[in-house]
């Protein structure tokens, strides 16, 4: 219950932080992907039945509030959080290794299906020119972020659950 009581609150917080805080505080026309580091925390912290809930929601947040197409954020933020939740029971709090290498293949995976289902659909063939001037910059930018915010999620799922991460 109190996992999802945490999630609950965690999901708008982090949606207003990526919409209003962080969108004034782009580098080179770029903001981190703050629902990205939340999903991926989330799956390998509480497993993927909890990380494609949160995902779900807070892509359909996205969905209702920034973007046309209703579902497109929803679907893919409940994927990357249920395949990020398969790495659940090899999470280990103390290694940072294993969410920034999760992070870095969720947001990549995010740019690349935004990519497909955004420009190539449109015939807007420049995968080159997307990955060099978004993708990689916004990688770049989420993985400092998620660097500074992942002692901080560690902090707050053993206050709440007042367990160990892993148990």
């Known amino acids: 219950m109190k996992k999802l009581i945490m999630n609950v609150l965690l999901i708008p917080i982090f949606f207003v932080l990526q919409t209003a805080v962080f969108g004034r505080l782009s580098v080179v026309g770029v903001i981190p992907n703050l629902l990205i580091i939340l999903v991926a925390v989330t799956g390998f912290m509480q497993g993927d039945k909890a990380a494609l809930l949160v995902g779900f929601f807070i892509g359909l947040l996205a969905d209702i509030f920034t973007f046309r197409i209703l ?3 929803a679907l893919i933020f409940a994927l990357i959080g249920f395949v ?3 790495f659940h029971n090899t999470f280990y709090p103390e290694d940072f290794k294993l ?3 999760v992070i870095t293949g969720s947001d990549l995976s995010y740019s ?3 990519y497909f289902f955004t ?5 807007k063939f420049r995968f080159g020119f997307y990955f060099l001037n978004v993708s990689l ?5 989420t993985l400092l972020v998620a660097l500074l915010l992942y002692p901080l999620f560690l902090l707050l799922y053993r206050f709440v659950i007042r367990e160990k ?3």
């Open 119 to 123: 420009y190539l659909f449109r015939a």
């Open 84 to 86: 990020t939740g398969q």
């Open 165 to 167: 991460v892993n148990e």
């Open 137 to 141: 910059p916004e990688l770049a930018y």
């Open 71 to 73: 579902g497109l954020h």
């Open 112 to 114: 690349l299906l935004m």
């Open 99 to 101: 969410p920034l290498l």
